[in-house]
């Protein structure tokens, strides 16, 4: 999501390239990657050359050394920038609900900065530190501003 935000704020007539697009779903009864797997293939069955990527958050908390999440909504509280802590969903009247745990602000003035989970340990920060320079997004997106995290 913050791609497209950021190529209508940086003027951009069009879209820059996505390496994938991420659909989260939360379901605890079945947390095998295979699941993940098909619902990939589902999707590119539909929608051919996107590049998908399906993760179920039930399972993600493993991945990432933590306890259990709850729900989507957390784990996108849990994700490493407050940029990428975006989601959007339908609800039963198709009405696009966003999920903002840690708002909407940083994105829209184009700032990058460590959620609180990654500000709590050494070990946390480099992984955000890791992501934000494997993510050259300053090269794609020459306005934002990038908080170091804080954390040395």
């Not at 994700?79 to 840690?102: H, K, M, Q, R, Y």
């Amino acid at each position: 999501m913050q791609a497209k935000i950021w190529d209508v704020l940086h003027g951009f007539s069009e879209r820059t390239n996505l390496p994938d697009i991420d659909v989260i779903y939360f379901d605890s009864a079945i947390t095998e990657e295979k699941a993940e797997k098909e619902v990939e293939y589902k999707l590119r069955e539909i929608m051919p050359g996107i590049p998908w990527s399906v993760k179920n958050q039930a399972r993600m908390h493993v991945i990432n050394k933590l306890p259990p999440y709850c729900s989507s909504f957390e784990a996108i509280s849990k994700f490493p920038e407050t940029a990428t802590s975006l989601g959007v969903t339908l609800d039963d009247c198709n009405t696009v609900i966003l999920a903002a745990p840690w708002g909407i602000e940083d994105i829209i003035h184009l700032q990058v900065k460590p959620t609180p989970l990654y500000t709590q340990s050494k070990e946390k920060a480099k992984i955000y530190k890791d992501r934000i320079h494997s993510k050259k997004w300053q090269v794609i997106w020459n306005k934002i501003q990038i908080d170091d995290g804080g954390v040395d």
